[in-house]
């Protein structure tokens, strides 16, 4: 019985552990609802359709504290997301 109890948890790690949403770098400027809520930590799919809609109707975001004045959208939400909000899909380099 321990052995069946050992071998479904560690399936189930290996089955569940995959779809932990784990933050990834995502254009909040281009993206969609649906991407914006599987890459930013805390966004889920109502916050992403208002970030979406906030975009719309004012234009780009031009920082990432922008995003504080979509409803729903904190700077603690900013903060733990911070290295993975992108604003355009070019890095700029400093010479």
């Given at each position: 019985?321990?052995?069946?109890?050992?071998?479904?948890?560690?399936?189930?790690?290996?089955?569940?552990?995959?779809?932990?949403?784990?933050?990834?770098?995502?254009?909040?400027?281009?993206?969609?609802?649906?991407?914006?809520?599987?890459?930013?930590?805390?966004?889920?799919?109502?916050?992403?359709?208002?970030?979406?809609?906030?975009?719309?109707?004012?234009?780009?975001?031009k920082?990432?504290?922008?995003?504080?004045?979509?409803?729903g959208?904190?700077?603690?939400?900013?903060?733990?997301?911070?290295?993975?909000?992108?604003?355009?899909?070019?890095?700029?380099?400093?010479?």
């Amino acid at each position: 019985m321990k052995n069946i109890k050992q071998t479904l948890a560690a399936l189930l790690i290996v089955m569940v552990g995959p779809a932990v949403a784990v933050a990834g770098p995502v254009n909040v400027n281009t993206a969609d609802a649906e991407t914006i809520s599987a890459e930013l930590k805390g966004v889920g799919i109502t916050k992403a359709l208002a970030i979406v809609e906030f975009r719309e109707a004012n234009g780009p975001f031009k920082s990432p504290e922008d995003l504080t004045m979509v409803k729903g959208i904190g700077e603690r939400t900013v903060e733990i997301n911070q290295e993975f909000i992108l604003l355009n899909s070019t890095a700029s380099k400093s010479k």
